[in-house]
């Protein structure tokens, strides 16, 4: 009985080993798994992080640009409205020679009929 017993506690001290060992060993390899994981998550994120930047530095470079075509379009316009407002002074100027000259010449042809 005891001999027997002895055995069953011997298979059973065995048994617990390698269920223990197996335990160890899913532990071990659920470890290194995380560690993958843990890794390629940094690594997504990294690689996140730099299109993001990569994305902000393009958007800068392309706010720059329309800012300074803006700015090109702005100064443009502003000297359309000096050269219109030459153009307009220009424009009276000439009309009012324009009266002028048809004053003199109403005067001369009238000097001329008499």
């Known amino acids: 009985q005891l001999h027997l017993t002895m055995s069953e506690k011997n298979e059973l001290t065995k048994s617990l080993e ?11 390899e659920m470890k290194r798994e995380i560690s993958e994981y843990k ?19 393009k958007n800068e470079v392309e706010i720059e640009a329309c800012q300074d075509k803006m700015n090109s379009l ?11 407002e030459h153009l307009k ?22 000097t001329k009929v008499r």
Request: aromatic share 2%; charged share 35%; hydrophobic share 30%.
């Open 18 to 28: 390698m269920v223990q060992k197996e335990l160890q060993e899913k532990e071990s």
């Open 74 to 84: 702005e100064h443009f316009i502003s000297s359309q409205k000096l050269e219109i």
């Open 39 to 57: 890794d390629r998550l940094l690594q997504a994120e990294k690689e996140h992080q730099d299109a993001l930047t990569e994305a902000n530095r």
């Open 89 to 110: 002074s220009n424009k009276e100027e000439l009309n009012n020679s324009l009266k002028e000259a048809n004053l003199t010449l109403g005067e001369l042809l009238k």
